[in-house]
């Protein structure tokens, strides 16, 4: 892997947004172009009325709250789909529903979305009404399943994926901003998001009607919601276009103004995170990830009941729980990133293939999402990482157990067709440049028998296809990637907002501005800059940590800065100067604030070895460059350091 580039992001506006020359900058590179794009009042949100099917959704949801109908809510077991859930459960009680209750699929034994077996599961509790949250909108057979319930049901499909070529499913009204027709002017809406607009469509919807007065009742403030509701975005990694930020942003404040609710402060405290200085990548990669892991490595209900739970000791049992899983999960993550890197290294993947298939039948189902984005992040070009079915495991072991007992060749093939004919399941993530929807669409569309099914985003995508048809679609895939990734592309670079930045601009008030002038995210994301530095001192910290002085080349002024996880073997990954890609991060330590430059890269390329240490999505620090692999090649070290008056006006 050799040095990246670093470049200088290109100023995609020259108006003047703030006074600070650095937040300006940083402000003209994401194009916002002009301060009222960086004001965050609720007051500015993309009214509902523009969503497609969302007034049809509202009536039917009027109907069953009135008749006190059973309301199931089917959501998703990763972090949007749970925030959806609880917002859905929570918000229907608030506008008066007596009986809502929520499924969420076990991952391993339902796999995603609206399946026939989940209406199977939904329909033993006899409800009037569905309504999916983060997911639907490709469940053709589950929608149809829904029409054969013996008891009359009637169903709402709520999402945010790219619908499927062949259409939309038979359901009572749908609610997505992606969906053809749908003229609601932002995309990039998570799945809590289009629920939580639903919620609040329905709410205006009966302030018309004069229901709340029927009712006896005021309309209830629903801006409790909205601390979940900053969680799922962020958590989702969509993209933060103007009305993510405002949702994100009031969320933010909720939290930091001592409203939070007691699941998510809990899991906030034990990752040792203020509440007060809360910002977004805290929710994105500390929060984030524990709800994720009952998902992953358990049953999401955990992390729904931890969001539910008003009794603050309950709820940090909860969060202790999640806390638990999410170690758990690291660990998991980092023995399979290391069999991973072994089968990169036998067979030269990186060197053969554009698009990237790995296949290990063990690997657990909750974490292959993860390990991809990992891989990916290594390798700088899509990655699928694939694993066995638990009929897949069962075929293979009885496979194993028949050659080991030396059975008839007869009965040895017949099992060997046998394990072809099962699934595996595979979680997939790309680069810019590469659509993995649109080229999962493609491969469909050449060969429809290759895939079992698919869905998903451009950058992320779940799928599954049988054994046998591994070997063709891994070739299908490298070929369809190599139409859209170029060498360029894959070499890929380091994009700052100002290169060689001014000494005499990187203070203390910058830092704090920078901090609070968020929230950052996804395409809107955390600024960082570079310099080349001399180092005047330094020290290891924890044989793998380094807390140094250093001094912009050419420059008198120094700076106190911290790199994590930037030590192999002892080995420095510098000489004397270095270019470095930073942050300008505030230090608070007894009260006192100072300026601390947070490295995320080292290059030095008088060193003839190669350091890199990458982190996506995840708050742990994962080694998963060159030094993983032992290999001498150029220098760099790649660190990412995470720490880990309001009123909805519709």
Not at 28 to 49: C, D, F, M, T, W
Not at 354 to 378: D, M, N, Q, Y
Request: negative net charge.
């Amino acid at each position: 892997m050799k040095i990246k580039p670093i470049v200088e992001a290109t100023q995609k506006t020259t108006a003047h947004i703030h006074e600070n020359p650095i937040l300006n900058r940083v402000y003209q590179n994401r194009g916002v172009l002009s301060p009222a794009e960086i004001e965050y009042s609720l007051h500015n949100l993309i009214k509902p009325n523009g969503m497609k099917g969302i007034d049809k959704a509202t009536d039917i949801l009027l109907n069953h709250l009135l008749a006190n109908s059973k309301i199931i809510v089917v959501g998703d077991y990763d972090c949007d789909g749970a925030t959806a859930t609880t917002i859905a459960v929570e918000g229907l009680t608030m506008l008066g529903a007596k009986n809502v209750s929520f499924l969420v699929p076990d991952r391993i034994k339902h796999g995603y979305g609206l399946s026939p077996e989940i209406v199977r599961l939904v329909g033993e509790q006899s409800p009037d009404l569905i309504i999916t949250v983060d997911n639907g909108i490709a469940s053709f057979a589950g929608c149809e399943a829904v029409k054969h319930l013996e008891k009359p049901c009637q169903i709402i499909v709520t999402d945010h994926h790219l619908a499927a070529e062949e259409g939309l499913p038979d359901a009572d009204a749908i609610v997505n901003p992606n969906q053809p027709g749908c003229g609601f002017k932002s995309k990039n809406i998570a799945g809590c998001g289009v629920i939580f607009y639903v919620i609040m469509a329905l709410r205006a919807k009966m302030r018309e009607k004069g229901i709340f007065e029927k009712m006896g009742t005021v309309q209830p403030n629903m801006t409790p919601l909205l601390d979940v509701l900053a969680l799922g975005t962020v958590a989702d990694v969509v993209t933060l276009d103007y009305n993510n930020r405002i949702l994100v942003t009031q969320g933010l404040n909720m939290i930091n103004n001592g409203m939070c609710r007691p699941g998510i402060k809990a899991v906030l405290e034990l990752k040792k995170r203020q509440i007060g200085n809360i910002v977004s990548s805290d929710m994105g990669f500390s929060a984030g990830p524990c709800f994720n892991a009952a998902g992953r490595l358990d049953d999401m209900r955990l992390g729904i009941k931890c969001m539910l739970e008003k009794d603050e000791s309950r709820a940090m049992e909860y969060a202790e729980q999640l806390f638990e899983l999410n170690q758990q999960r690291k660990e998991l993550g980092s023995e399979m990133e290391g069999e991973a890197i072994k089968i990169l290294e036998e067979y030269k993947v990186d060197e053969h293939s554009f698009g990237v298939c790995l296949h290990e039948p063990t690997w657990h189902e909750g974490v292959i999402g993860i390990l991809a984005s990992r891989i990916k992040e290594r390798l700088n070009r899509p990655v699928i990482i694939f694993t066995d079915t638990h009929h897949a495991s069962d075929a293979r072991k009885a496979l194993e157990s028949a050659i080991e007992r030396k059975a008839s060749a007869e009965e040895i093939r017949d099992l060997e067709r046998l394990l072809g004919d099962c699934d595996i399941k595979g979680s997939a993530r790309s680069v810019p440049g590469v659509h993995l929807k649109h080229v999962l669409d493609h491969i469909n569309k050449t060969d429809s028998a290759i895939l079992s099914k698919f869905g998903g985003h451009a950058m992320a995508a779940g799928l599954s296809l049988k054994i046998r048809h591994f070997e063709k679609f891994k070739s299908e895939f490298d070929k369809m990637v190599r139409k859209d990734l170029t060498e360029e592309m894959i070499l890929g670079k380091m994009e700052v907002d100002i290169k060689n930045v001014e000494p005499s601009l990187m203070t203390l008030e910058a830092a704090e501005l920078l901090r609070s002038g968020g929230p950052w995210g996804q395409n809107f994301t955390q600024p960082v800059f570079s310099q080349v530095f001399s180092v005047v001192t330094h020290r290891i910290l924890g044989d793998k940590h380094l807390k140094m002085t250093v001094k912009p080349v050419g420059s008198d002024m120094s700076f106190e800065a911290i790199a994590f996880n930037c030590i192999e073997n002892g080995e420095l990954p510098f000489k004397n100067n270095f270019e470095g890609v930073f942050s300008l991060d505030v230090n608070e330590w007894k009260g006192r604030k100072s300026l601390q430059l947070m490295v995320h890269c080292i290059q030095d390329p008088s060193l003839d070895l190669e350091l890199d240490k990458e982190n996506t999505n995840s708050d742990s620090l994962i080694l998963s460059g060159a030094a993983s692999m032992q290999k001498k090649d150029i220098g760099r070290v790649r660190v990412e350091n995470k720490k880990e008056d309001v009123a909805v006006p519709f």
